[in-house]
């Protein structure tokens, strides 16, 4: 009898097993699985199949006992920064010489820079900088030369530029000199580490762009068709005039759409918000965001519109770190609004996952063919589930009934 009842026990379950994978749109068979953990990175055309958080993907492990869902974690191979802030250091002296400001800094505990951030009282001014390193104030190595750093404040513009960015270096003084017409007011300088540790970010590529200048409210509009949703975090905008500017960039991502007579209508929403300058690169980053399309919204002012060339986009990577065993066959399935985040024991081991392992592939993406006539296909799966169901609870009534009668209960 408690044969009989697993028996039925195992067989419930693969019902179950079967009538949810055909609860979603897609399935895709994992290939070249190598040792128990493997990486599973998700392609572009599939993100436009999920839900908004990627919490319908799900995989089976099929072998000819059983199918079993596996544990997986998901990941986004985000940029990590950081600051080493405990840089000590003093202000060694002060000098002059003709319309150059020195200012020579001694590092107290011998530790990697690569930022200096410059506060100062003077509220308008555009400067050249130079900045030495030395071990000995005898011989002195050039960091950066003609550097230019800039504040506006007046009733229109608020802006200041004054981080001195340049490669890791480890000098025991700095110099640092300042080319202006009179005594900048240098209220405090700041010495410290910049540390970035690079997500893995993939481009995207952009099927389309159009750039709309609209003189009435004094913006340029760009418009970016990315063709698919996919996951962006970075946005380059090529700046092609010839001049000094500065103006205020906001950017949106497409979040859903709407079928109107006219075509196609677009509902946006913020994902951030920069400065561009002729004195930075130009380089947005945002938090990661599922969309097919970006909006860029560049505020002129009076300003002539400025040439843009083509936008560069790129997006983390995404990928499944799975727990698979190479002697069954793997499917991954996706494509059901309705189904929640799973939740596996594994989310709590992370630390004990490898850092290096396989990276499996997908095969083709094949659609799952749902039977909706009568009571065929999974609807017959779902009413024999709930059938093994009874079956199995009304066996373990009797059985029960049956023990205690035996044991004179």
């Not at 068979?29 to 055309?45: F, H, L, Q, S």
């Not at 840089?87 to 200096?116: H, V």
């Amino acid at each position: 009898m408690r044969q009989i009842i697993l028996n039925l026990i195992a067989i419930s379950l693969c019902l179950s097993i079967q009538a949810q994978m055909e609860d979603y749109g897609y399935k895709r068979e994992i290939t070249n699985i190598e040792g128990r953990w493997n990486k599973i990175i998700i392609p572009d055309d599939m993100f436009g199949k999920t839900n908004s958080l990627l919490e319908d993907i799900r995989i089976y492990s099929i072998s000819e006992q059983d199918t079993v869902e596996s544990p997986y974690i998901l990941k986004i191979d985000k940029t990590k920064k950081s600051f080493r802030d405990d840089i000590q250091f003093e202000l060694l002296n002060q000098s002059k010489k003709g319309n150059e400001f020195y200012y020579t800094y001694k590092i107290l505990n011998e530790k990697t820079i690569n930022r200096i951030l410059l506060n100062f009282d003077d509220k308008n001014f555009d400067w050249k900088v130079n900045l030495e390193g030395s071990n000995d104030q005898e011989e002195w190595f050039t960091i950066l030369e003609q550097y230019r750093i800039l504040s506006i404040n007046n009733n229109n513009t608020e802006f200041k530029y004054t981080d001195l960015v340049f490669p890791n270096s480890q000098y025991k003084f700095y110099r640092l000199s300042i080319l202006a017409p009179e005594q900048p007011t240098l209220k405090q300088a700041s010495i410290y580490e910049y540390i970035v540790d690079e997500g893995k970010r993939l481009d995207k590529k952009v099927m389309e762009q159009q750039i709309l200048n609209d003189n009435g409210k004094k913006q340029s509009e760009v418009l970016l068709n990315l063709g698919q949703p996919v996951p962006v975090s970075y946005l380059e905008i090529p700046i092609q005039s010839d001049i000094d500017y500065y103006r205020n960039v906001t950017i949106y991502v497409a979040k859903d759409s709407t079928q109107t007579q006219d075509g196609w209508e677009y509902h946006y929403a913020q994902a951030g918000s920069q400065i561009i300058s002729s004195l930075n690169e130009n380089i947005i980053t945002f938090s990661s965001k599922i969309t097919r399309r970006i909006k860029i919204i560049i505020n002129n002012l009076d300003d002539a519109p400025l040439d843009i060339g083509n936008c560069i986009v790129k997006g983390y990577e995404y990928s499944l770190t799975a727990r698979l065993h190479s002697s069954d066959r793997h499917e991954i399935v996706y494509g059901n609004t309705y189904a929640g985040a799973p939740s596996y024991d594994l989310s709590h081991f992370k630390s004990t996952i490898p850092e290096n392992m396989n990276v499996s592939s997908l095969g083709q993406e094949i659609q799952i063919e749902k039977k909706q006539d009568g009571y065929n296909g999974l609807n017959t799966r779902k009413v024999w589930v709930y059938l093994m169901i009874l079956v199995i609870a009304g066996l373990l009534v009797w059985y029960t009934f049956k023990m205690m009668r035996n044991n004179d209960y």
